[in-house]
């Protein structure tokens, strides 16, 4: 069973520095979702592609986040310039959109911690 | 970030008790979601409500969409030292996009 794939599992990077994270949803789900997570706290939607277009993305996402989909698949989370408040879970989540609104399913996150 | 109210934000009971969390919103939802969350790991989906008024079970889990569309409750009968972890409800609405909005997680602690 492939699930949602996410790496790295843990990042570790110094204030400044630039990083990237790769989510690789379930192969027919064609809607996929950035999220981020803080200690205590629900995930927060950050940004949703359907296919290759990005349709929306939330005003958590600052100008040093971009997300990007190439080619419909797999997705891209970079943030330049990394802060201390950066420091989260960054959860993708994939669904496939039919007539029926299918439900998110999550990959297991990578862990961003900024010393 | 928006969230939605969830309540309790954590609760500790004995095993083989039931347990009964809920979700409300000032918002009206399409779908309400329910998911667990191990540490380390991502939510894992429970169950999933498509109507207001649908009650679902999976298992030992029961979970109603409320007939106002803004509350969701889950229940679990007989819980087992497996069923700790943080509970997260999830609502979907439409703003030109699909978005979900998830509750701020009840803690569950399962005593043996």
């Known amino acids: 069973d492939t699930g949602v794939s996410q790496d790295p599992r843990h990042k570790i990077t110094k204030r400044g520095q630039n990083v990237t994270f790769r989510c690789d949803p379930i192969s027919e789900h064609n809607r996929l979702y950035w999220y981020r997570q803080t200690l205590g706290q629900g995930p927060e939607f950050l940004t949703y592609?359907?296919?290759?277009?990005?349709?929306?993305k939330s005003r958590l996402l600052s100008d040093r986040f971009s997300a990007e989909r190439p080619k419909g698949s797999f997705s891209t989370l970079e943030i330049q310039r990394t802060e201390q408040g950066d420091s989260a879970m960054y959860l993708c989540?994939?669904?496939?959109?039919?007539?029926?609104?299918?439900?998110?399913?999550f990959g297991d996150g990578t862990r961003l911690s900024i010393l | 970030g928006q969230q939605l109210n969830q309540s309790p934000q954590s609760m500790f009971i004995q095993e083989g008790e039931d347990v009964s969390m809920n979700c409300t919103s000032s918002?009206?939802?399409?779908?309400w979601l329910w998911y667990k969350q191990d540490p380390g790991e991502g939510p894992v989906l429970l169950i999933a409500?498509?109507?207001?008024?649908e009650l679902t079970s999976n298992g030992r889990l029961t979970a109603q969409f409320g007939i106002t569309r803004k509350d969701s409750f889950l229940n679990i009968s007989a819980s087992i030292p497996s069923d700790v972890g943080i509970y997260f409800c999830?609502?979907?609405?439409?703003?030109?996009?699909?978005?979900?909005?998830f509750g701020t997680g009840t803690r569950l602690k399962v005593l043996a």
């Open positions: 999830a609502g979907q609405i439409w703003s030109g996009t699909y978005k979900y909005i």
């Open positions: 409500l498509y109507k207001a008024g």
């Open positions: 918002s009206i939802f399409n779908t």
């Open positions: 989540a994939s669904s496939l959109a039919s007539h029926l609104d299918q439900p998110q399913h």
């Open positions: 592609f359907q296919n290759e277009a990005q349709l929306e």
